[in-house]
């Protein structure tokens, strides 16, 4: 298996939902990735896991709350989102975080916030 | 903070044309990735960059690092409409990937 699955692949949320995105990779990678993406823009790094463990944080906003339950998933719970918080969210995954490996994207999940 | 410049910002060109796109770190980089996304689609891996100097050829894509490992070039020979997407390069700084803006190229027949 050498790809990350998210889900959903779209959301359509209201300010005042809770929703969560999963990201699951079966390559036995170490360094998981949030991204947010604008369209037209480059994926502008979220949060990063290595080894299940949160290693950065970009000053993202408390309504995003990242899990990392085991080395194979990564969640992204969302609270009380903004409308400008609709993107594209991707995941990715990386052999180790130590940043020497290229990263694998998942297909996003496309995040509507009414 | 680091910042990787890229550019063109876009560019048009007719199919069987040249396409190169360039990317500038304000620091030094320890490797440097390149990555397409198709319209509608995720950023998918083309290939890493770490020696200086180093130069990789990919079928039509050609990738250069620069001797100060400060800048990088895709170059893509006799562009076909497959070849439409936007290329994003990535500067690896410490545990993070520092992406360009992207070169959006788009191909007429």
């Not at chain 1, 400008?84 to 975080?97: H, N, R």
């Not at chain 2, 001797?67 to 006799?78: D, P, V, Y």
Request: hydrophobic share 30%; proline share 5%.
């Amino acid at each position: 298996d050498t790809e990350v699955t998210q889900t959903p692949k779209h959301l359509v949320m209201g300010m005042t939902n809770k929703k969560s995105l999963k990201c699951e990779q079966h390559m036995g990678h170490r360094a998981m990735y949030w991204y947010k993406q604008k369209a037209k823009k480059p994926p502008e790094l979220m949060f990063v896991y290595s080894y299940e463990k949160l290693s950065i944080n970009e000053s993202v906003p408390s309504r995003f709350s990242p899990e990392c339950p085991n080395s194979s998933l990564l969640n992204l719970h969302l609270h009380a989102l903004q409308p400008e918080d609709s993107a594209l969210y991707l995941c990715a995954s990386s052999p180790s975080g130590d940043g020497w490996w290229w990263q694998f994207f998942g297909p996003g999940t496309r995040l509507t916030v009414l | 903070g680091q910042q990787v410049m890229q550019i063109p910002q876009y560019q048009h060109v007719q199919e069987g044309e040249d396409f190169t796109t360039y990317c500038n770190s304000s620091t030094t980089l320890s490797n440097i990735q390149w990555y397409k996304q198709r319209p509608g689609g995720h950023p998918v891996f083309l290939i890493q960059l770490v020696k200086s100097g180093e130069v990789k050829k990919q079928k039509r894509l050609t990738f250069q690092f620069g001797e100060a490992k400060k800048n990088s070039s895709l170059h893509i020979t006799a562009t076909q409409t497959t070849d439409v997407g936007t290329y994003f390069c990535a500067g690896q700084a410490g545990t993070a990937l520092i992406f360009g803006k992207g070169t959006t190229l788009s191909v007429s027949s």
